[in-house]
T-cell receptor, first 116, second 113 residues
Framework: DGGITQSPKYLFRKEGQNVTLSCEQN?????MYWYRQDPGQGLRLIYY???????QKGDIAEGYSVSREKKESFPLTVTSAQKNPTAFYLC???????????????FGPGTRLTVL | QKEVEQNSGPLSVPEGAIASLNCTYS??????FFWYRQYSGKSPELIMS????GDKEDGRFTAQLNKASQYVSLLIRDSQPSDSATYLC?????????????FGSGTRLQVQP
């Protein structure tokens, strides 16, 4: 059963804590992405990775960190430096993007993070 | 100016009618455009992609692209209550070289039974 899994589904964090959100895919996709969605808003890009051991900052990378040690995994850490982390976090994957072409991107089910 | 703009809605249509969702984008060289459907509390689901000017049909859905006007639309024929969701338009911003999607804020569609 191929797809993208994210865990946990719900996560509660105390002020000052770091938390790590898991994202795993078995689609053999090279590229993976993290987005954040706030209520009534579109998705904003946090980080993305086109290949193992390489990743790029998106529009709102401050207060977040990622790693890409394995092709199938792209965990996101929300650090205490992120001032307003309560949001819906979405992981996505796709085939590696070409210079002049774009491959469709598919999403996992998301993790809803709440800061207490 | 936002890179991708959508009317937030809600757009309300009666069951069986055609729903027309619109999106404009600022990057003149964008080549790839996508429509996602997102039900409340769920993750986005890809429903259409379009790369060339003109229309692309898939079942009850038709995507229309006009690169000269920097405009992409989604038509839903024979709208059903199950189509009630938020529809997100997404483009890849070729002018930045970033290989990731930029999303609009979405249009909420309500199909009235």
């Amino acid at each position: 059963d191929g797809g993208i899994t994210q865990s946990p589904k719900y996560l509660f964090r105390k002020e000052g804590q770091n938390v790590t959100l898991s994202c795993e895919q078995n689609l053999n996709h090279d590229a993976m992405y993290w987005y954040r969605q706030d209520p009534g808003q579109g998705l904003r890009l946090i980080y993305y990775s086109q290949i193992v051991n390489d990743f790029q900052k998106g529009d709102i990378a401050e207060g977040y960190s990622v790693s890409r040690e394995k092709k199938e995994s792209f965990p996101l850490t929300v650090t205490s430096a992120q001032k307003n982390p309560t949001a819906f976090y979405l992981c996505a994957s796709s085939e590696r993007q070409g210079v002049s072409s774009y491959n469709e991107q598919f999403f996992g089910p998301g993790t809803r993070l709440t800061v207490l | 100016q936002k890179e991708v703009e959508q009317n937030s809605g809600p757009l309300s249509v009666p069951e069986g009618a055609i729903a027309s969702l619109n999106c404009t984008y600022s990057d003149r060289v964008s080549q790839s455009f996508f429509w996602y459907r997102q039900y409340s509390g769920k993750s986005p689901e890809l429903i259409m992609s379009i790369y060339s000017n003109g229309d692309k049909e898939d079942g009850r859905f038709t995507a229309q692209l006009n690169k000269a006007s920097q405009y992409v639309s989604l038509l839903i024929r024979d709208s059903q209550p199950s189509d009630s969701a938020t529809y997100l338009c997404a483009v890849i911003p070729m002018d930045t070289g970033r290989r990731a999607l930029t999303f609009g804020s979405g249009t909420r569609l309500q199909v009235q039974p």
